[in-house]
DNA sequence: ATTAGGG
DNA sequence: CCCTAAT
């Protein structure tokens, strides 16, 4: 059998309150332009892209298996049974430690014997003057920014990965004589994008990591706790108002392709992503004003699910729409990845959104009932804003 | 740091 | 989402 590399991958305080960090994987490669994260309200992060993966579905995939020929090892099927206990094992373990797959003459079986998972390119950018254990701290943080979030287990066979769950491995070609060189494990990031309205940190929460589908939304609603506050009402706009409703920014991303990673060591100096160092190198004549040299990362696209819109809505109903920062405290305190801008942004489209006919419509769609409130409270507000202007002049004229 | 709008 | 001028 082939002896393949083992990667040593850590993942045992890999997911566990991981330290705050920023993953974008960039998917909407369409975009103009990139540009720095920004956790807006908070602090501001230099950033540096520090991976990108070989597949186009942002995930890695094994390299290692190997297969044997021979009949030994029956009996022994610790190979999907070490696999489980794999992901929580001690640093410095493969993932998988099973045996090597191979054909029992009687049964049937497939073993397999995954000896590495091919980790995607990790680009890390960090000065010399940064310490071994600094160095370390960031190849893990990478690998975590990207598995952070939770991860699963695709298998790839013959270049085409298997969805099906329900399919048997002689269904899919995977029987005692294909070729293993066919077959491949993924490690693929927890798609776990469209947070529940919880308030607390989402990395408290508990995701089933087994979701199927990405299009599976979080259940667990038993979990869904929405505080009702009760606000006084100022005008015809109002009721209830929910305090803390949206999720906090939890670090999965949808595409993994690159990841974003803030800079350890305090005396980290410029960071520029090497693809960027890289394209100004071959260049002839260095970029006149690269309108973004810097190593900043557009932030990853994060639609607004129902019930962000829902409390957005809530939000500027009573409060207009001249006070995001307030819209922002007020619903999406703990959405650090929502800042009062995006919020004033979103809103912009939600008014957009609720004029176009629905067939115009992209993404999830939005309740009809919603986008009625949308139109309501913005008209609303837009005389109540016009009512203040009138009365402004008077200082106007005093200054002038 | 926020607001407000255009890109 | 990003970029910015103006507060």
Not at 64 to 74: F, M, Q, V
Not at 125 to 142: C, F, H, Q, W, Y
Not at 305 to 317: D, H, I, K, N
Request: hydrophobic share 30%; net charge positive; proline share 6%.
């Amino acid at each position: 059998m082939r002896v393949m590399p083992i990667l040593e991958f850590d993942m045992k305080r890999t997911f566990p309150g991981a330290k705050t960090m920023h993953v974008y994987y960039n998917r909407n490669i369409g975009y103009k332009h990139q540009r720095s994260q920004r956790d807006f309200p908070f602090k501001k992060r230099k950033l540096f892209k520090c991976g990108s993966f070989s597949n186009s579905d942002g995930e890695m995939s094994t390299d290692g298996i190997s297969s044997s020929p021979t009949n030994d090892l029956h009996g022994n099927a610790s190979g999907s049974s070490k696999a489980s206990s794999g992901g929580c094992a001690a640093a410095g373990t493969s993932v998988f430690n099973g045996g090597r797959a191979f054909l029992r003459p009687g049964d049937s079986h497939v073993k397999f014997r995954i000896k590495s998972f091919k980790v995607p390119e990790l680009f890390v950018d960090i000065p010399e003057n940064a310490t071994i254990g600094s160095l370390k701290r960031t190849v893990m943080e990478a690998v975590t920014a990207i598995l952070g979030g939770g991860l699963r287990i695709g298998v790839v066979f013959q270049g085409k990965k298997v969805r099906d769950d329900n399919k048997t491995l002689l269904q899919t070609g995977i029987s005692h004589d294909y070729k293993f060189d066919a077959l491949g494990f993924s490690l693929e990031p927890n798609p776990v994008q469209t947070p529940q309205p919880l308030g607390q940190d989402c990395r408290s929460c508990v995701f089933p990591y087994e979701t199927p589908q990405p299009l599976t939304r979080c259940p667990s609603p038993s979990t869904a706790v929405h505080t009702g506050i009760q606000q006084g009402r100022s005008d015809d706009h109002t009721g209830t108002s929910l305090s803390n409703f949206i999720e906090s920014d939890h670090e999965s991303a949808p595409s993994p392709h690159y990841a974003a990673l803030e800079k350890i060591s305090a005396n980290s100096r410029a960071l520029v992503p090497l693809t960027a160092v890289n394209a100004e190198a071959l260049s002839a004549v260095p970029l006149r004003k690269p309108k973004r040299s810097e190593a900043t990362q557009r932030r990853i696209r994060r639609p607004f699910s129902v019930s962000e819109v829902e409390a957005l809505v809530q939000a500027v109903e009573k409060l207009g729409t001249g006070r995001w920062r307030d819209v922002k405290l007020r619903a999406f305190d703990n959405a650090k990845h929502r800042t009062y801008v995006d919020l004033k942004d979103k809103w912009k489209t939600l008014v957009h959104t609720a004029r176009i006919s629905p067939q115009q419509r992209r993404g999830e769609p939005v309740p009809q009932e919603l986008l009625d409130r949308v139109l309501t409270a913005h008209a609303y507000w837009s005389q109540q804003q016009a009512k203040q202007q009138m009365k402004q002049p008077s200082e106007t004229y005093l200054i002038l």
